[in-house]
């Protein structure tokens, strides 16, 4: 259980560092990816450790911080069609737009009420490798804490609006593999729809739960 406990909380960590807060220093189209997440992950350490709400597992709070302020640096839209894979494209655009929303709920419900365990842990950047000309790049941090250091990465896209987040690696475990095979299985039993059934239903589930503190 405390493995599991671990990985909740830096896919919590993961999710929330590249979400961004305001601060004098707002990333752009020009910003560097390594530069995007060292800005945002400082500003989101400090935010996140002094709300006090957000430590209490406030799901409105969090969630109400995600979509401000994740959206503008994350490509969601990707992340749930490589999560799906070939069955991306035998989705209809309305079930691939339910696709999107949904999944993405469901990453901010799951991995919130990890949140409130954030309490003494620092990031190290690591330098980037990567080619002036590169379009996809790996940005990679250390998070360290009172256990052993967590190794973080963030796989980023350029795009014509800036670096995006559209995969993590926590722990040697990339986000995107994590839910292919689920969400394959889901498919191949109950076609598109009912994916997106399955994760209306888990998301409703989630929002009605009272959060553990």
């Known amino acids: 259980m405390k493995n599991v ?41 400090a935010s996140v450790k002094a709300d006090p ?5 406030s799901i409105p709070k969090i969630v109400d911080l995600v979509e401000k302020k994740i959206v503008p640096y994350t490509d969601m839209r990707r992340t749930t069609e490589m ?3 070939p069955n991306w494209k035998k989705a209809s655009a309305e079930q691939q737009a339910q696709l999107t929303t949904e999944f993405k709920n469901l990453l901010i419900r799951t991995y919130s009420g990890a ?13 980037l490798r990567a080619a002036p000309d590169d379009n996809e790049v790996v940005v990679k941090t250390v998070v360290l804490g009172r256990g052993d250091p967590v ?16 995969d993590m690696n926590i722990m040697g475990v990339w986000l995107i593999e994590a839910y292919r095979n689920q969400f394959t299985n889901q498919i191949s039993q109950n076609g598109i ?13 989630l929002a009605s739960a009272k959060p553990a503190n």
């Open 115 to 127: 949140l409130s365990q954030l309490r003494d842990q620092t990031v190290q950047f690591k330098a």
């Open 151 to 166: 190794p973080l990465d963030y796989r980023l896209e350029k795009t014509d609006k800036g670096w995006k987040v559209y």
């Open 5 to 45: 406990k671990v990985v909740s909380l830096f896919f919590a960590l993961g999710m929330f560092l590249f979400s961004g807060a305001s601060s004098a220093q707002t990333p752009d189209a020009t910003t560097p990816p390594d530069a995007l997440i060292k800005m945002v992950v400082t500003d989101v350490m």
């Open 193 to 205: 729809e009912g994916l997106v059934k399955f994760l209306q239903d888990r998301n409703k589930q």
């Open 53 to 57: 709400e957000i430590q209490k597992g």
């Open 83 to 85: 999560a799906m894979g």
